[in-house]
């Protein structure tokens, strides 16, 4: 089956040919056959060279497993996380916080403008808090936020970092080094089928993760920790999306990340020069634009907008998400879409809809 739709949406991304060829390939029993083991230990390897020297698990599930089970295996009742946020995803990380019996301290900023570090340095200043979350790029808003400050007073307070890197991480770079839970999906920048959450774990989480016992089985992330070495996955791994996985890898590191980055810096500015030529604006003001992912302020015509885009020129576009539906179109060029000629394509249809 052909399929010349073009789908240009911040994730999921589009799958390239050897990814899906890959995925076909016999399923054997991660379970029982050693010889899977030596595959997902080859593909924590390779993962390393995204992710840096923490200990690094892929979880059967879409991204925002990873968010839950970070939550759910790092905070016991009475624990204090301070929720950074300026946007979606970073307000959402109170409501798992409140789920696991902790409470959420939340540190907002509006969204179209950065992280508020002074507001943190404040927070950290008058109280004691154990965690703390924040989000990399927030893909509903298209900003990218500069967390290495953020990660600075964090560690001089004693305090265990979350990052949902979910929209950045293998498009733009990513301190790692700084993070103690840093969360990817495959989904994203990776140009992988959704289903698989990744994620890298430090020293410090670890002894936070093994202090308690979590009351779940499928967000605990302490099996994970001794799963290679043991050879017992918690449970029946994703055999399919585990193997599509590290072909995408393969591709990016064949590439190699600089080159990567580069071609989502150049696809991103080019991008938003032809959004300025057709007179559109970034959603984001006075923030970062996100190499992976570009918001244009279109109010009250964002959906009509998009309906146009897949039924006259088969290009699949998104809106914004909440109070911002209407409002933001998004164009996702991150992974295998961050191409000059699907851009060019996309802004081709994108002026003769405006016309």
């Given at each position: 089956?052909?399929?010349?739709?073009?789908?240009?949406?911040?994730?999921?991304?589009?799958?390239?040919?050897?990814?899906?060829?890959?995925?076909?390939?016999?399923?054997?029993?991660?379970?029982?056959?050693?010889?899977?083991?030596?595959?997902?230990?080859?593909?924590?390897?390779?993962?390393?060279?995204?992710?840096?020297?923490?200990?690094?698990?892929?979880?059967?599930?879409?991204?925002?497993?990873?968010?839950?089970?970070?939550?759910?295996?790092?905070?016991?009742?009475?624990?204090?996380?301070?929720?950074?946020?300026?946007?979606?995803?970073?307000?959402?990380?109170?409501?798992?916080?409140?789920?696991?019996?902790?409470?959420?301290?939340?540190?907002?900023?509006?969204?179209?403008?950065?992280?508020?570090?002074?507001?943190?340095?404040?927070?950290?200043?008058?109280?004691?808090?154990?965690?703390?979350?924040?989000?990399?790029?927030e893909?509903?808003?298209?900003v990218?936020?500069?967390?290495?400050?953020?990660?600075?007073?964090?560690?001089?307070?004693?305090?265990?970092?979350?990052?949902?890197?979910?929209?950045?991480?293998?498009?733009?770079p990513?301190?790692?080094?700084?993070?103690?839970?840093?969360?990817?999906?495959?989904?994203?920048?990776?140009?992988?089928?959704?289903?698989?959450?990744?994620?890298?774990?430090?020293?410090?989480?670890?002894?936070?993760?093994?202090?308690?016992?979590?009351?779940?089985?499928?967000?605990?992330?302490?099996?994970?920790?001794n799963?290679?070495?043991?050879?017992?996955?918690?449970?029946?791994?994703?055999?399919?999306?585990?193997?599509?996985?590290?072909t995408?890898?393969?591709?990016?590191?064949?590439?190699?990340l600089?080159?990567?980055?580069?071609?989502?810096?150049?696809?991103?500015?080019?991008?938003?020069?032809r959004?300025?030529?057709?007179?559109?604006?970034?959603?984001?003001?006075?923030?970062?634009?996100?190499?992976?992912?570009?918001?244009?302020?279109?109010?009250?015509?964002?959906?009509?907008?998009?309906?146009?885009?897949?039924?006259?020129?088969?290009?699949?576009?998104?809106?914004?998400?909440?109070?911002?539906?209407?409002?933001?179109?998004?164009?996702?060029?991150?992974?295998?879409?961050?191409?000059?000629?699907?851009?060019?394509?996309?802004?081709?249809?994108?002026?003769?809809?405006?016309?």
């Open positions: 089956m052909t399929d010349d739709r073009l789908r240009m949406t911040p994730g999921p991304t589009e799958v390239p040919a050897a990814v899906r060829e890959r995925m076909s390939e016999p399923t054997p029993n991660p379970d029982v056959e050693p010889e899977f083991f030596a595959f997902y230990r080859d593909l924590l390897e390779k993962l390393e060279a995204i992710y840096g020297d923490d200990d690094i698990a892929t979880l059967g599930g879409e991204g925002i497993l990873g968010l839950e089970a970070a939550i759910a295996s790092l905070v016991e009742p009475g624990d204090r996380v301070l929720c950074i946020a300026n946007g979606l995803y970073g307000e959402g990380f109170a409501d798992f916080v409140e789920m696991a019996g902790g409470e959420a301290v939340v540190c907002d900023a509006p969204w179209r403008e950065p992280l508020d570090l002074e507001a943190v340095e404040d927070h950290l200043a008058a109280d004691s808090f154990d965690i703390a979350t924040m989000v990399h790029c893909t509903p808003t298209g990218l936020n500069d967390i290495e400050p953020v990660l600075e007073l964090l560690d001089d307070h004693d305090v265990i970092s979350v990052v949902d890197a979910v929209s950045s991480l293998g498009g733009t990513v301190p790692t080094d700084r993070i103690d839970v840093c969360l990817g999906a495959s989904q994203k920048c990776f140009s992988a089928p959704p289903g698989l959450t990744v994620c890298s774990i430090s020293d410090r989480a670890w002894d936070k993760i093994e202090s308690f016992e979590t009351p779940s089985l499928y967000t605990d992330l302490e099996p994970w920790r799963a290679v070495d043991e050879e017992w996955f918690p449970y029946t791994h994703l055999v399919a999306n585990l193997y599509g996985f590290d995408a890898i393969d591709l990016l590191l064949e590439e190699g600089e080159a990567v980055f580069e071609r989502h810096e150049t696809v991103a500015a080019h991008c938003r020069d959004a300025a030529d057709l007179g559109l604006s970034l959603y984001p003001d006075g923030a970062q634009p996100s190499p992976t992912v570009t918001a244009l302020e279109l109010p009250g015509r964002a959906e009509a907008i998009q309906s146009a885009m897949a039924d006259d020129h088969d290009i699949v576009l998104a809106t914004g998400l909440g109070d911002l539906a209407d409002d933001v179109l998004r164009i996702g060029h991150m992974g295998h879409n961050a191409r000059l000629d699907r851009v060019d394509r996309t802004m081709d249809a994108l002026a003769a809809v405006l016309e």
